[in-house]
């Protein structure tokens, strides 16, 4: 029997997609307005503690938030090509900024070769390659519990959840991340220096 | 015009006792007399010439020692040097960066001019070092330590041992780093770097030999990561960090922005108690080189350096790592200690000098004429306590390097007061302080009616020194 994990009774385009996405990233651009106001605090500790607490939630908006948005999508009828453009939404915004950040500096060519390939912006790519996986995989287990039909584990979410681990094994965990950050050193080299 | 004294060289000045200045006084006295009686013992004496011990460690900040005032770090070791030696309060890195700052050291040239422009550019086998000049007056010469430039070790000329390591493309690891001993690769597991390389160290001091020895011996030491030995690892767990900037009390404020691939300090706090750890390993370190002269006899007549190779931003500038031309990253420690050929030990000199000095200055104490290909100049006259006109500014160049650490080509003109910074290729806008009025360079100038005072005198000087650099490309 094929699985019937399409998705529940698709709501408006607003409320299957904008809405979910679109709360994730303005959260996440007003976490970092607020963190970059933080500095003017003059107490130390206050300051500290306002940090450090807001970095948390910055990492967590950025890094994770598919793992609520993309249920949220899911059972509000989005396809699968929304789905994904929904959780990528808030990560491509980290990685634009990074973008932005670097071409201070260096060439935009420049700016996106190291937005594209160094580790922290791989890791949160690849990470949302398997969380997308691991929300799919839970969505489906909440609508069996709820009555729905087919399997919970398939091939696409199960690979997507692998292939996740192990990017961001051979990225950040084999020799410390040394050895991947040492290739893409040599990459960029080759190709700016 | 007046040398700058800040804060922490005032401290310097408070910490540098009476018993030591007496102390210093006798030794001046001694060596006087037996530069007088005993000329082999004198500078550059043409019968029994100086033995050099060239300690550098990496990353090692200025102001991270006891006599600097630290609140609670262990030095005694460097403390002694300074104590009984001549440190430098003015002390700067041409370019802030490991390979290029280690290759102006051996050669005396600027990064423009020894080719090691960053991390990633490989040394010339070209380059003349100082070891290889020091060699050619008779000296017994070893590199025992961390080289760190691309590419496989290179033939150093001129060096009668040579230990050094290319794990991780020669960045090394405190712990099992295996090492190229002369040209053999050998496992060390079970080893503590810096005292693997101290061990050597002392091996090449006790070598018997009629002729004097130089030995340079560069540490990995206290360079990320922040991996101390076993037994100093809590060493400062529970003392407060009053002292750093805000920035540094926000436990992954190296993980923000660009600081996340340059500074990679999770939780900041612990991590900068474990680099002072490791500031304390190597002043262990230094420790057993002198104990070891010293039992040798022959500490009076060997003139140990200690120096680092670039200083080390904490949170300064809410910055972790080095690179930026603020004044936390340009500043180096620099002590010279030389009972038999010093002038007045125990004295700080507030003369601007630089990493490129060093190869002159060794050369100028052997009794070596000074290479012309040299950028720098022997700090010699500063040692036996002349009043020169030594240096008013000095050229801060830093060059492309690997994106994720964000700082810009730059140009930067540093004077007794002021320092002055120009971005290249990049957007971001030029800056001035004052640093007799603001050491840690949170007040830009740029704009205000004092630094329209001022610029008109700074720029074209940066740009004499932009000039020269080309002409000499």
Request: aromatic content about 12%; overall charge positive.
């Amino acid at each position: 029997m094929q699985p019937d994990m399409s998705g529940d009774k698709r709501k408006s385009l607003n409320k299957r997609l904008i809405l979910p996405a679109g709360i994730a990233l303005i959260v996440w651009l007003a976490l970092n307005f607020f963190y970059d106001q933080l500095i003017h605090i003059e107490s130390v500790k206050l300051y500290a503690f306002l940090a450090d607490m807001t970095w948390v939630l910055l990492v967590i908006s950025v890094g994770f938030s598919t793992l609520i948005i993309y249920p949220i999508m899911y059972f509000r009828g989005a396809s699968f090509g929304e789905r994904l453009l929904g959780s990528f939404l808030t990560p491509l915004g980290w990685c634009f900024k990074e973008v932005l950040r670097v071409n201070v500096s260096f060439t935009l060519a420049e700016a996106t070769f190291f937005t594209l390939f160094t580790s922290v912006s791989l890791m949160l790519i690849f990470g949302q390659v398997g969380l997308i996986g691991l929300s799919e995989l839970l969505y489906r287990w909440v609508k069996k519990r709820k009555g729905g039909i087919g399997k919970i584990l398939t091939a696409g979410p199960a690979i997507s959840v692998l292939v996740s681990l192990v990017t961001v094994y051979f990225i950040a965990l084999y020799d410390g991340g040394y050895s991947f950050h040492l290739t893409v050193k040599m990459l960029y080299r080759a190709l700016f220096l | 015009m007046k040398p700058v004294a800040t804060k922490k060289e005032k401290q310097l000045h408070a910490a540098l006792s009476r018993r030591d200045v007496l102390k210093g006084a006798g030794y001046a006295a001694a060596a006087g007399m037996m530069s007088g009686l005993l000329p082999g013992l004198s500078f550059a004496g043409k019968e029994k010439k100086p033995n050099i011990v060239f300690i550098l460690s990496d990353d090692h900040r200025w102001d991270h020692f006891g006599v600097m005032g630290h609140p609670w770090i262990q030095t005694p070791n460097l403390d002694r040097l300074a104590n009984e030696g001549v440190m430098f309060s003015n002390a700067f890195c041409t370019t802030a960066l490991c390979s290029p700052s280690r290759a102006s050291f051996i050669s005396g040239q600027y990064a423009h001019k020894h080719g090691v422009i960053n991390n990633l550019a490989q040394w010339d086998e070209q380059n003349v070092t100082v070891l290889e000049l020091l060699k050619q007056r008779g000296y017994r010469t070893g590199f025992i330590g961390k080289w760190h430039m691309p590419g496989p070790l290179p033939e150093l000329r001129g060096v009668d041992q040579f230990i050094s390591f290319t794990h991780k493309t020669g960045q090394g690891s405190h712990f099992d780093c295996p090492l190229v001993i002369d040209g053999v690769e050998t496992e060390r597991k079970g080893k503590y770097l810096a005292e693997d390389l101290t061990d050597f160290a002392l091996d090449f001091i006790r070598k018997e030999n009629d002729d004097p020895f130089c030995l340079y011996l560069a540490h990995k030491a206290p360079h990320y990561p922040f991996n101390p030995p076993p037994e100093l690892e809590d060493l400062y767990k529970d003392k407060p960090i009053d002292h750093l900037p805000k920035s540094a009390h926000h436990r992954f404020a190296g993980m923000v922005n660009g600081e996340v691939y340059g500074g990679v300090l999770w939780n900041v706090e612990a991590k900068y108690k474990k680099y002072c750890s490791l500031i304390t390993s190597v002043d262990q370190q230094v420790g057993r080189v002198m104990d070891e002269l010293e039992r040798l006899g022959v500490a009076d007549n060997t003139i140990v350096i200690y120096s680092t190779d670039n200083g080390y931003l904490m949170g300064d500038k809410g910055h972790f790592d080095k690179r930026w031309a603020h004044e936390r990253a340009l500043r180096i420690p620099f002590i010279v200690r030389y009972p038999a050929g010093l002038k007045n030990p125990g004295r700080i000199s507030e003369e601007m000098i630089l990493n490129v000095d060093l190869a002159p200055t060794l050369l100028a104490m052997a009794g070596a004429p000074a290479s012309s290909e040299m950028d720098g100049k022997s700090i010699k006259p500063l040692l036996l306590n002349k009043t020169v006109a030594f240096r008013e500014s000095f050229h801060y160049e830093f060059f492309k390097d690997f994106p994720p650490y964000t700082v810009p080509e730059t140009d930067a003109v540093r004077t007794r007061r002021h320092l002055y910074i120009e971005f290249n290729n990049s957007r971001r806008k030029a800056e001035l302080y004052d640093i007799t009025k603001d050491p840690e360079n949170l007040h830009d100038l740029m704009g205000t009616p004092e630094g329209q005072k001022v610029l008109p005198g700074l720029k074209p000087l940066l740009d004499d020194y932009r000039r020269a650099r080309k002409n000499a490309a």
